[in-house]
């Protein structure tokens, strides 16, 4: 049995707030309008800014260099204005969810499990991590779509999932928190 060491994991803390504030994210829909929305987003991405040079929030402060705590609710304010002036609350919802949940996943099975790392000039991932994305990715699919599974959707599924692990993968200096979120929404609303 692996028992979880804080230090194992790329601060812990700062994913689980990153995987549960997607949770609640995706309830935004329901309660904000989409101008709402791009405010909260811009006002949280620049107190992440600001905290990141004068350090008054150590729970967003990561070990790399980059700027994914405050890309994150920058893509979050880019999904909710393509999709949600749209009505794909769906979409919004699948894209939110792969950037907090899958993303987080992730990062702490490859700091817990990554034995086979590959470093790239501009980050280090790892193939467990990016397994870890893929089921993660695979299994929000199937939630998100219970209710209306087909048998023939599992390919459509594993093919999303293939394809978005595989950008989160190249995705370096946070820009994931960028991109995730709206490549996620779109492949989402073309492939389903």
């Excluded at 028992?3 to 309660?31: E, G, Q, T």
């Excluded at 790399?64 to 609710?73: A, I, K, Q, S, T």
């Excluded at 949940?101 to 034995?115: E, P, Q």
């Amino acid at each position: 049995m692996l028992l979880i060491n804080k230090n194992n994991i790329d601060n812990l803390n700062r994913k689980i707030v990153h995987a549960l504030s997607a949770i609640v994210i995706c309830f935004f829909p329901y309660v904000f309008s989409v101008n709402q929305i791009v405010v909260i987003s811009c006002l949280f991405s620049l107190i992440f800014l600001l905290s990141k040079y004068f350090d008054f929030l150590p729970i967003i402060k990561v070990k790399r260099v980059g700027l994914g705590e405050v890309f994150y609710p920058l893509g979050v304010m880019i999904s909710a204005l393509v999709f949600l002036p749209q009505g794909e609350i769906l979409a919004f919802q699948f894209g939110i969810l792969v950037l907090g949940i899958s993303d987080a996943l992730a990062n702490i099975f490859g700091d817990l499990y990554g034995f086979h790392k590959i470093d790239f000039y501009w980050s280090k991932k790892s193939l467990e991590g990016s397994f870890s994305f893929f089921i993660s990715t695979f299994l929000i699919l199937i939630f998100i779509n219970f209710f209306n599974l087909s048998f023939a959707d599992f390919f459509t599924y594993f093919i999303l999932s293939l394809v978005l692990t595989f950008l989160e993968f190249l995705l370096f200096f946070g820009l994931d928190n960028l991109v995730l979120p709206l490549l996620s929404s779109y492949l989402f609303l073309v492939l389903l």
